[in-house]
T-cell receptor
Framework: DTEVTQTPKHLVMGMTNKKSLKCEQH?????MYWYKQKAKKPPELMFV???????INESVPSRFSPECPNSSLLNLHLHALQPEDSALYLC???????????????FGSGTQLSVL | QQPVQSPQAVILREGEDAVINCSSS?????VHWYRQKHGEAPVFLMI?????EQKGHEKISASFNEKKQQSSLYLTASQLSYSGTYFC???????????FGKGTKLTVNP
């Protein structure tokens, strides 16, 4: 299994809703990432988990709350989002930390989020 | 810290060649190249490490000039399947943070 699976593929939510995005990989990768991508823009890093511990938080607003319950699973909990948070949310994983060089990112197909 | 890619867009006819450049004002440890087709996830193409090496993937190759802090992606005899947006990514200070350039949209027409 060489896939990173993200669910749901599409999500529409109101500004008062609470929802969660899910990401799963069974490649034994020890680093997992959340990226946000606006239309026609590059992916922007949000969070990095390394060995199930949060190692990077790119000053993301607290309405986004990541969680790594185990080495295969990564969640992104959403609460009180704003319309400008509408974007494609990509999950990625790598065998080891990128700082070890020669590591590559495997991306999931993303969750297209619309906040009304 | 964001690498600079050029050109922003390229339109080719099938069989033509193209070069996409990626440069940084910071010292580079490595350069990643990814391709993203419309509505799909970015897909890894190759990674270049310090040392000025070249790598190849099908008819796509890349070079890394450490002194100039830049990398170039070479697409030879382009195919329709090469269409997409190409992103270079550079690591910040040996951390887990991969920062992507703004992308180069490549369109290959029959």
């Amino acid at each position: 299994d060489t896939e990173v699976t993200q669910t749901p593929k599409h999500l529409v939510m109101g500004m008062t809703n609470k929802k969660s995005l899910k990401c799963e990989q069974h490649m034994g990768h020890r680093a997992m990432y959340w990226y946000k991508q606006k239309a026609k823009k590059p992916p922007e890093l949000m969070f990095v988990y390394s060995y199930e511990k949060l190692s990077i938080n790119e000053s993301v607003p607290s309405r986004f709350s990541p969680e790594c319950p185990n080495s295969s699973l990564l969640n992104l909990h959403l609460h009180a989002l704003q319309p400008e948070d509408s974007a494609l949310y990509l999950c990625a994983s790598s065998q080891e930390e990128l700082s070890r060089l020669d590591e590559k990112l495997f991306f999931g197909s993303g969750t297209q989020l619309s906040v009304l | 810290q964001q690498p600079v890619q050029s050109p922003q867009a390229v339109i080719l006819r099938e069989g033509e060649d193209a070069v996409i450049n990626c440069s940084s004002s910071k010292a580079l440890y490595s350069v990643h190249w990814y391709r993203q087709k419309h509505g799909e996830a970015p897909v890894f193409l190759m990674i270049l490490l310090k040392g000025g090496e070249q790598k190849g993937h099908e008819k796509i190759s890349a070079s890394f000039n450490e002194k100039k802090q830049q990398s170039s992606l070479y697409l030879t005899a382009s195919q329709l399947s090469y269409s997409g947006t190409y992103f270079c990514g550079t690591e910040v200070g040996g951390s887990e943070k991969l920062v992507f350039g703004k992308g180069t949209k490549l369109t290959v027409n029959p």
